[in-house]
């Protein structure tokens, strides 16, 4: 997460962000707003897996690739919960 201007230019290794998949976004800042965000990034254990964790709402096999892209689309699933992070892989339990 980029936060803030910043400078004027800035060199980043954009390489290394495709070859990882790492998806980097940016927010302008605003005076006093850091504790809340910090607040809704954080997770009960404190780790970045436990956040990350959060952040993901819903999981599908690979073979399931398709419905995946679908339901992120809609931005809710079938219940009326927000689509927030999908995780896609051979190893993710549905």
Avoid: W
């Amino acid at each position: 997460m980029l936060i803030g201007m910043g400078t004027r230019s800035a060199l980043l290794p954009v390489s290394t962000f495709a070859l990882k998949e790492i998806e980097v976004q940016s927010s302008f800042r605003y005076c006093d707003t850091y504790p809340e965000a910090l607040l809704l990034l954080s997770s009960d254990d404190g780790t970045l897996a436990g956040m990350v964790k959060q952040l993901v709402t819903h999981r599908f096999k690979l073979e399931h690739t398709k419905e995946a892209f679908e339901l992120l689309s809609r931005g809710v699933d079938d219940q009326g919960n927000f689509v927030l992070k999908i995780m896609v892989g051979s190893g993710v339990p549905c």
